[in-house]
C-alpha cells in the first residue's frame, strides 16, 4: 500500500512497503536515535533483537522522491494499531515529515476498522510533543516509557 499526500507542503512524500534492502537502514538510524535513552535507562541494545522484531513487523519506509527520510513499524494487536516505530534522518526533522507519517499511521487504522493507535515513547524524549499535537493522549507510565494513545472517532450513520 502506497500513501502519497494531500497536503502542499508535503509535495512527494509517500510511505513504500519496506524490503529486506531497508533493514540496515533502519537498525542504523533506530540505534542511532534510541542508544541515548538506552543508556539512560540502563538498557542494552542488541542488533540482533532488532533485526528479529523486524521480521515480525509491518514496515514502511517514508521516502520524498524515491529518497530515504526515515521508516516506520506496526503491528496490529488486541483491537489496536500499534506504532512501534517512527524515525527520521535527523535533517528531515522538524519539517512537518513526522506529523505527515503520523497522518498515515491515523488512516491506516481507519481504513482497518482498528478503534485506536498505541505507542510507547521514552520519557524526555522530545517526540511526545509531536504526538500530542496530533491527537495522542497520555494513557500510562511505566518505568522508563509511557504510553500514548489515540481514539479513532467512530462516525454513526
Not at 7 to 28: M, S
Not at 69 to 97: F, I, K, M, P, T
Request: with cysteine; aromatic share 10%; proline share 4%.
Amino acid at each position: 500500500m502506497i500513501f502519497s499526500p494531500s497536503g502542499a507542503g508535503q509535495t512527494h512524500l509517500q510511505l513504500l512497503p519496506a524490503t529486506e534492502q531497508h533493514l540496515a537502514f533502519a537498525r542504523d538510524l533506530t540505534r542511532r536515535a534510541m542508544l541515548p535513552y538506552f543508556v539512560r535507562y540502563g538498557l542494552l541494545w542488541q542488533d540482533p533483537g532488532f533485526d528479529e522484531a523486524w521480521q515480525t513487523r509491518e514496515n514502511h519506509v517514508v521516502s520524498r522522491s524515491g529518497q530515504a527520510l526515515g521508516y516506520l513499524s506496526l503491528r496490529v494487536h488486541c483491537n489496536a494499531l500499534y506504532l512501534l516505530e517512527l524515525h527520521l534522518l535527523d535533517q528531515h526533522r522538524g519539517q512537518g515529515v513526522g506529523g505527515w507519517a503520523l497522518e498515515q499511521v491515523l488512516t491506516m487504522a481507519r481504513q482497518r476498522d482498528l478503534p485506536r493507535v498505541r505507542l510507547m515513547v521514552f520519557k524526555g524524549n522530545p517526540a511526545q510533543a509531536l504526538y500530542q499535537r496530533h491527537g495522542f493522549v497520555v494513557v500510562g507510565e511505566e518505568d522508563s516509557y509511557r504510553l500514548m494513545q489515540y481514539d479513532i472517532a467512530v462516525i454513526s450513520e
